[in-house]
């Protein structure tokens, strides 16, 4: 029998093999047909979705999970300008992501072909970096890079766009370096100059604050964090990026700031003399009006991507840098003054922040005989597992509850979409993570609204053989949304009410492959999770049917001071 | 707004002019002129941008974050040596064409074409240079005018020499 040649398709296969990869999602069509082929022989498992958003979003989750770089793999046109939102979602959460999409043969590029679209045009404004490959020869090199760029510095999506006939054209292999990239040289290291002045500044504090962002996830540093907080004997806020990247059951940890966060957190940096900013961008979401934000505060910012620095806050010390490398190196700086002296004491700053504590907790008050409050389920779930699951969310109330009210206790257990506010994140993202973490339980918060945008990834799940599990936080509307109606439109409700009958969860879910359960009282709440949670060979699908008209506090209405936080609608 | 050079060297690869101009739009910067061509060495460009903006820290940070830049060099007025080429065509009687070549002799301004009613000047130079020549150019009745991006490079002697207007 002739042996077939080597082609673009096996060069392809065999890069992806050489970077590690074991796992991608994706949707096959016409121009990345070629690559489908040597798929059949290659170890890679591909897990096959039902739309080109859910191969993103799943290969974001598993990345989140992982911390390793997700790889989707779609065709031309639809297929790439489907995956559009997972890559912006990637680069607003700098998410490490390769996604390879198919183009249309070489000689058609330009001419309107069926299924064309220009991707690399498409995707510059929403990756890292991408690729038009219109070599054979060039995919080890181009995939080796990608893979590169994507999980170093500041990490991010990483797009190679493969015209059919470069997949179908003889070629050889050659072991890919690093050589085509005299323009791309992360910093890692922080200055020791730098280093010093920040802990000098940090130790001359009253009121430090750290201030930490999903960079510090991303850089596998939240021992090094825990270390040094306790070292600095500084409190922490984690923005909803890093929520899991400090345990909340620390007695430094102050929880989530900023529009819908606790008010301890937000007030916490209002007040603060030096805030230590670790791989977090100052989003508006948690700065509220910038120029009232922490009004007092000298600022060191620590980050990885230098253009961030002073992008939306000035920084007093600036340190660019892994947050890793650069949390080793200041531990390293603070224990060797230590020598002469204990951390200061802080008694003043600690006895304020837990007067906050007390007097402003995060509440809410579940009535005995319902409707049920998604805060009181997501607070049952969190007991029943014994807070050992991974946990994804959408966009909306529920998600801001679920960062309030689960206690993450270790990183890569919160996967959301924090930057870009992806409605329909939670199921694909769950399954991504699933996939990479099968022993552990993987249960995707989410909305209404936002199952209803890609629910239809459960096939995946059953079909794949992907059990996670799901909760559908019924509420019949877009939650937020109502709420800014309610709140800043005179009770105007447009557009936003969903109905809570149609469509049916569980019958949905059990068409799906799913088991479907539905709780409706608060007593059955414990039954119905522990239902589920007995369940580990199919997905299972929660509906909750839960307060339609609940609002979710505390709330810094958008561009509002955080010295305003409002507690509840009696603040108002 | 005030307005800035930038001296940026890239790897010569398809699409680094749109990923330039792409972020300069995305951020929400406007470009006032650009200029692209190659360098002595092989496989690099330069790209002189002159641009609008109220401060270049931001700027110059997202234009070192794109995969494809190799360095980024911010060149003040003083320390600049630019240069922009220009082609202008300029109203003319056949009576006019003794002083009007006069004229743009003082600027070493070529003469490229000649009509009945115009005649065609090729002129480099510093933007000073240009602009001058335009005043000088107007009374007659400019026709067209077409300019070269600016190109820029770092000088390197200390003292800037006193003829800054005039390349020759």
């Not at chain 1, 009121?207 to 962002?213: D, K, M």
Request: charged share 20%; hydrophobic share 40%.
């Amino acid at each position: 029998m002739k042996q077939k040649p080597f082609t673009g398709s096996h060069s392809l296969l065999r890069s992806l093999e050489h970077e590690g990869v074991e796992m991608m999602f994706g949707v096959p069509g016409g121009a990345i047909l070629p690559a489908y082929d040597p798929l059949l022989d290659s170890p890679i498992r591909h897990v096959l979705a039902r739309h080109e958003q859910g191969a993103g979003h799943m290969a974001e989750g598993y990345a989140m999970a992982s911390g390793r770089v997700g790889v989707a793999l779609t065709t031309s046109g639809p297929g790439a300008t489907n995956l559009i939102t997972p890559l912006q979602n990637a680069k607003m959460d700098s998410t490490p992501l390769v996604a390879i999409t198919g183009q249309v043969a070489s000689a058609a590029i330009g001419s309107d072909a069926f299924q064309e679209a220009h991707t690399t045009g498409l995707a510059m404004h929403c990756t890292k970096h991408s690729y038009l490959v219109t070599d054979a020869d060039r995919i080890p090199e181009t995939v080796h890079e990608a893979f590169h760029i994507a999980a170093t510095g500041r990490p991010g999506p990483v797009l190679i766009d493969i015209p059919k006939d470069v997949l179908t054209t003889p070629t050889s292999w050659l072991t890919p370096t690093l050589a085509g990239l005299p323009g791309y040289k992360p910093t890692t290291h922080g200055h020791p100059m730098q280093i010093r002045a920040a802990i000098e500044l940090i130790e001359s504090a009253q009121r430090p604050v750290l201030y930490v962002g999903g960079g510090v996830i991303r850089a596998g540093a939240s021992a090094e964090l825990v270390a040094f907080a306790e070292a600095a004997n500084a409190p922490v806020v984690t923005s909803l990026m890093a929520r899991g990247a400090f345990p909340d059951d620390h007695r430094l940890a102050l929880g989530m700031p900023g529009m819908h966060g606790v008010y301890t957190a937000t007030t916490a940096i209002q007040k603060c003399d030096v805030l230590v900013s670790l791989g977090a961008r100052f989003d508006d979401r948690v700065t509220g009006d910038v120029k009232a934000f922490a009004p007092e505060a000298k600022v060191i910012h620590v980050d990885v991507d230098p253009a961030e620095i002073g992008k939306v806050r000035h920084a007093d010390v600036p340190v660019v840098g892994d947050a890793r490398l650069v949390l080793r190196a200041m531990i390293e700086r603070l224990l060797s003054l230590r020598d002469r002296g204990e951390a200061p004491p802080r008694g003043d700053w600690f006895s304020q922040l837990a007067e906050w504590r007390r007097d402003k907790p995060l509440r809410y008050e579940q009535a005995e005989d319902g409707p049920i409050k998604t805060q009181f389920f997501i607070e049952r779930l969190h007991t029943l597992v014994g807070g050992e699951a991974i946990v994804t969310a959408g966009v909306g109330q529920h998600q801001m509850w679920a960062s309030q009210f689960w206690r993450f206790r270790r990183p890569g257990t919160w996967i959301n979409s924090g930057g870009l506010g992806t409605m329909g994140f939670a199921v694909p993202a769950a399954i991504g993570a699933k996939a990479a973490r099968p022993n552990e339980t993987v249960f995707a918060l989410d909305g209404d609204g936002c199952f209803q945008m890609t629910f239809q990834e459960l096939i995946t799940a059953s079909t794949e053989d992907i059990p996670v599990k799901v909760a559908v936080f019924n509420n019949g509307g877009y939650g937020m949304v109502k709420q800014w109606q309610n709140l800043f439109y005179s009770g105007r409700v447009s557009a936003s009410d969903l109905g809570t009958t149609v469509p049916d969860y569980p019958m949905l879910a059990e068409a799906m492959g799913c088991v479907g359960l539905r709780v409706k009282h608060p007593d059955d709440v414990d039954v119905t999770i522990d239902k589920a949670m007995a369940i580990d060979d199919r997905p299972v699908v929660i509906e909750v049917v839960t307060d339609p008209d609940e609002m979710c506090f505390p709330m810094v209405p958008a561009g509002g001071s955080n010295d305003r936080v409002v507690m509840g609608p009696e603040d108002l | 707004m005030s307005q800035h050079t930038l001296s940026v060297i890239v790897e010569d690869k398809p699409g680094v002019l749109a990923r330039i101009s792409a972020m300069f739009s995305n951020r929400g910067f406007n470009i006032h002129s650009l200029a692209v061509g190659p360098t002595h060495v092989e496989g690099r460009s330069h790209i002189t941008v002159v641009v609008d903006a109220p401060e270049l820290e931001q700027l110059k940070k997202q234009l070192h974050k794109l995969v494809n830049v190799i360095r980024v060099i911010e060149l003040d007025q003083i320390e600049a040596l630019e240069s922009e080429v220009m082609i202008a065509r300029v109203a003319c009687d056949p009576t006019d064409r003794g002083t009007l070549g006069e004229t743009a002799a003082m600027f070493t301004a070529r003469m490229v074409d000649l009509s009945p009613t115009t005649m065609t000047f090729e002129v480099a130079g510093s933007p000073q240079h240009l602009s001058s020549f335009v005043e000088n150019m107007r009374p007659y009745g400019i026709v067209d005018l077409v300019k070269s991006g600016r190109v820029a490079m770092k000088r390197l002697s200390e003292v800037a020499p006193v003829a800054m207007g005039n390349p020759t």
